[in-house]
């Protein structure tokens, strides 16, 4: 079931790129981030409180919170990067090497989360950045 998500986790993040360079157009990327970021936080918490899941925040350890809280941070400084990008670049170069992350996070979950690194994960990298590389040049 875990791809179903992850497809249109893709489907979405491809949208995003071209309603972002849509959006860009006419305002400073960073407002364009404020706005977007506004709509996710509505679109989220609106998500949670349907679900019923606030009562899983007096679970919530402060080591979670704290590593959340340094997603968040990371997040916005993608997203901030991100839609300066989009403004000075083509969406067909941007993308890609944006989802140059796909690589350096394979590279990260070995290192910092002990995750194995197969051979089939290793070329599936080396594919991504030769990918990338090819589009851009």
Do not use: C, H
């Not at 019923?52 to 919170?65: D, F, M, N, V, W």
């Not at 997603?71 to 083509?90: E, P």
Request: aromatic share 10%; charged share 10%.
């Amino acid at each position: 079931m875990w791809w179903i998500y992850a497809l249109l986790s893709a489907v979405f993040a491809s949208l995003t790129a071209i309603f972002a360079k849509l959006g860009v157009s006419s305002i400073s990327s960073n407002l364009a981030t404020a706005i977007r970021t506004v709509v996710i936080l509505l679109i989220a918490w609106a998500v949670v409180l349907a679900k019923g899941e606030t009562k899983e925040l007096a679970t919530l350890s402060r080591q979670g919170l704290v590593f959340l809280v340094i997603s968040g941070v990371t997040t916005g400084l993608s997203w901030l990067f991100y839609f300066k990008a989009m403004q000075l670049g083509k969406v067909s170069q941007v993308a890609p090497v944006d989802k140059l992350s796909v690589a350096l996070t394979i590279v990260l979950s070995v290192i910092f989360l002990n995750e194995a690194l197969t051979i089939k994960t290793a070329i599936g990298a080396v594919l991504i950045i030769a990918g990338t590389l090819v589009l851009i040049w």
